[in-house]
């Protein structure tokens, strides 16, 4: 296997070593991950680096010697991460230091979250580095001296680079060679683990994916399946969680494991762009199913279902009687139907349902669980159906059995912003005060909340917060009850899965320059082509729709007239903003357009704990000769 850093060693190696020697490590690892050799001015910032490091490691070695045994890693490569990679890491006396150069003089704020990400993955994914401190340092090769920490990281030109590496360090030495060989196991995006879970490779056990329980709700499904077999039976199961907290990854993995049983095994969503980009992904359309079709087919064609276990995304979405009616002329509600074809498939059958929180964004989808409540009991239903439910749906489904496993309740999506989803119903909710509270864990623990009122600065952020990594995936997302005020604020037309056919599995997948892929900002997501999905960062277009007027405490809501009739309408566009608010892996910028009737609506977000997007950090310039210019 090949390193997965450009040069390791320890302090005393690299202080030993020449300049070219390096660069050659350097230049020869860059061409194995890329195929490429550096460029001049690639070259030229190594020397800077590699002259600054040196000095720096020299003095921290002249004050106390067991600095040389410290361990340095250049051009670490995180693993499964795409090609990202922090300039240093020294392993100074326990602590980890990881260091970012930028040759100039100013620090933007996409450098500092940069850096900070980097520190952060660490610390969560990096088996040798979890609980130790990991110390996040950006080093300004063109200015000289020093700024306050920002949110815990260190600013600070190349001449004072040696006083935090000393001041910082820790007793303990730990060993470069185990730090190296160390597991590193991200947790993947959906697109990525859907990727992984069909070329039959194994899911990194993140530990905060294991502490959010999924091992245990896909174990209990899994037995469910089996006992169900073995007694002939019928089952429907449901899954709750929160947006991000890995339903869609269960729903995915049950159907894997399921179609290695003698019982085939389907995934069925009747989120369209869902559907699209993980058949893009997977090259293959076997395992995911378009819900709505696969529905009228067991109802307008009266065809049996050929799976034994059928996963379906969202349950508490599914279309109502009256909308199954307008749309396919049959009088049943899709719960019916899906039950009504399960009955007929030989033996046992399993039905388990995803059930998303606060997301229903389409009209007819507002009877929620009722309905399958409704369909399992007679006259409809004709078998006897066993229901496995969390304690928070025993009220819809009495003599159900209970378990806490199928209650997902941390958010994965935001990786440590586990309290993103609270925060976002704190704001929908006008709870600004609480939202706000809220907002100081989420910023502390890497994952920011921006707000600018200027849609291309938004759009510069996310390009260089993200330069050279080109597996990361962020684009704009909007309110479709807002597309044509946002068109005319700068925002491109958004799509909706209607018109859309083809366009997501792009959108999603393709990186930055390819035709298509979000990173172009040449099209807007609404909430219905992102439902569902996630992006690493989404810049959220707000809409004059949810508006909070100067003085007033409570947001305003003008929801979109749709032809369908809709029975709660404001709750359904709370439900767009909750959507579109938790797509973020890494964080959410909002752009808001710079009309005054708008400016009581960036004060409340404010209120909530979103920060404007800052101004760049700059430093005294150092000139030529190392002095101040």
Known sequence: MADTWGWAGSVHDLLSMPYESWLARLSDHLHGLFGMRPSSTQQAAWRDEFECLTDALRWCAHVDGSALDWGVACEYELPLEGGRRPDVVVLAGGVICVLEFKSSGAASIADLDQVRAYARDLGDYHKASHGRRVVPMLVLLGAKGALPPVEETIVTGGDGLHRYLYDHAGDEL?????????????????????????????????????????????????????????????????????????????????????????????????????????????????????????????????????????????????????????????????????????????????????????????????????????????????????????????????????????????????????????????????????????????????????????????????????????????????????????????????????????????????????PGSCCNFERAATEFGCQGLELDLPIVCWGDDMTQPAGSSEWSLRPKRRRDAIDDPQNLLRNTYRVLLTRGRDGIVIFLPLLAELDGTELALLAAGVRPLPEPVTLPLRSAAGGAA
């Open 174 to 514: 730990l060993e470069l060679d185990a730090w190296l060989r160390s597991p590193y196991e991200p947790l993947p995006t959906l697109v990525a683990a859907a990727k992984r879970i069909f070329r039959h490779e194994p899911l990194p056990h993140v530990y905060t994916a294991l502490s959010a329980g999924i091992p245990q709700a896909l174990a209990y499904l899994l037995e469910l399946c089996r006992a169900t077999e073995a007694r002939a039976g019928r089952a429907l199961g449901f899954i709750t969680g929160v947006p991000g907290s890995g339903k869609t990854l269960v729903g995915l993995r049950l159907v894997y494991e399921g179609s290695t049983m003698e019982g085939k095994a389907a995934f069925l969503s009747g989120n369209g762009p869902l559907v699209e980009v993980l058949r893009n992904a997977l090259g293959s359309g076997v395992f995911v199913k378009d819900l709505h079709k696969i529905i009228l087919d067991y109802g307008a064609r009266g065809r049996v279902p050929r799976e034994h276990i059928i996963v379906f995304d969202e349950a508490q979405r599914a279309w109502d009687r009256e909308r199954v009616l307008a749309k396919r002329a049959i009088d049943a509600s899709e719960p019916d139907l899906l039950v009504r074809a399960s009955e007929q498939v030989d033996e046992w059958s399993v039905l388990v349902g995803l059930v998303g929180e606060g997301q229903e964004i389409y009209a007819g989808e507002e009877a929620g669980m009722q309905q399958w409540a409704t369909a399992i009991r007679p006259p409809n239903a004709k078998a006897s159906w066993e229901v496995h439910c969390p304690p928070k749906l025993r009220t819809d489904f009495p003599g159900a059995v209970s378990s806490e496993h199928l209650d997902l309740t941390v958010s994965l999506r935001s990786r440590r912003a586990a309290a993103l989803h609270e925060w976002v119903d704190l704001v929908l909710n006008s709870n600004l005060a609480g939202a706000a509270r809220l907002a100081v864990g989420i910023h502390h623990e890497g994952f920011p909340l921006y707000i600018t009122r200027d849609l291309d600065e938004a759009k510069e952020y996310a390009r260089e917060r993200y330069r050279g990594e080109d597996d990361k995936r962020y684009g704009l997302v909007a309110s479709s009850h807002a597309d044509r005020f946002l068109e005319a604020h700068g925002v491109p037309a958004g799509f909706r899965t209607a018109v859309a056919k083809g366009r997501f599995g792009r959108w999603y997948n393709a990186p930055l320059g390819e």
